[in-house]
């Protein structure tokens, strides 16, 4: 398939996180909007300055011109839509976690194939800066084999937050894990491989709700290299890091702008004598890209006909992960 001069999106779920889909798009690429909230879609509209309002998923699904479609809703709401826009012959932009358990996804691997559009799931955080860059470190070799990682990804939730739909387990289909606990799940992933042996406690230690706020994790791959995540809303400094291990040196990421601070990158080299290792920090300013780059990989998708990284696959891991963690703690919202 080559590139369209233009490719013209249509995006149901206009939300924050549809707004900053929105704001990557070129002029003119944004054609059609629905929203449960037709007030919130307008405001995106306004905020683009282009496109139009409709009253439902439908009218986007149906509109020839429309090639794209970016489902950025409820947790509950993303796989029946991305499902049903696959159907459509639409190519998708699904946000994380795709869907609320894994069973979920397991028919739209089926559509894509069989309508041969390209589904890419918006895990955003493999396209910051320091990310990037801990990839291109990681495959020049200059680590050496890799032996373990470890992550922490938090916040302090607001006022209110037991009673936002992130805290109805039909609705989120769990808590912390599923809501920030699947970006560790999927960058952990995307630099050790799979993990076939997956352990890990879920509590709720401060909200009164009934999903978890604090979730911790130890997934081992079967090379026996492993991944300790700790995943928290009540995380009362907003916090993001990731640590990667390898045999001759470490690289650590802090911050991914913004409220978690600023973004960073710090290379440590052992020495052939041992001892305090050559250190090498680098600081990524500037607003976050990570969308945009996004957006840029999906059209390339799109124009080449590759496969995303991350696509349902990828989404399909994590959530097998999540589901495994939320059936070792007998959560009554397990799948």
Known sequence: ??????????????????????????????????????????SLVAEAGHGRVVASPEEILRDPEIEAVIVSTR???????????IRAGKHVL??????????????LIEAEQRHRVRVRVGYNHRFHPALLEARRIVDSGALGPLMF??????????????KEWRAQPAISGGGELIDQGVHLIDLARWFL??????????????????????????????????????????????????????????????????????????????KPEMGPPETETREFS???LSWRREMEAFEHDIAANTPPSPGLRDAL?????????????NTPWTA
């Open 1 to 42: 398939m080559g590139k369209p001069e233009m490719i013209r999106y249509g995006i149901i779920g206009a939300g924050a996180i549809g707004k900053k889909r929105a704001a990557c798009l070129q002029p003119q690429q944004l054609s059609l909007v629905c929203d449960v909230d037709p007030a919130r879609a307008e």
């Open 94 to 107: 699904v946000e994380k976690p795709a869907a609320r358990h894994a069973s979920e996804l397991v028919p």
């Open 193 to 270: 491989g799979e993990f076939p042996h997956v352990h890990g406690t879920v509590a709720t230690l401060f909200w009164n709700m009934p999903v978890d706020d604090n979730a911790f994790l130890e997934l081992k791959t079967g090379s026996g290299q492993v991944a300790w995540l700790h995943a928290s809303c009540s995380e009362w400094k907003n916090l993001f890091s990731l640590e990667i291990y390898g045999r001759t040196g470490k690289l650590q990421i802090d911050g991914l702008g913004g409220s978690y601070g600023p973004e960073r990158l710090v290379h440590y080299r052992m």
């Open 286 to 288: 500037g607003p976050d």
């Open 75 to 85: 947790h509950d709401s993303l796989a029946p839509l991305a499902l049903q826009a």
């Open 149 to 162: 990682l470890r992550g922490r990804y938090g916040h302090g939730g607001r006022i209110g937050y037991e």
């Open 317 to 329: 891991a994590a959530l097998e992960i999540v589901d495994n963690i939320y059936r070792q703690n």
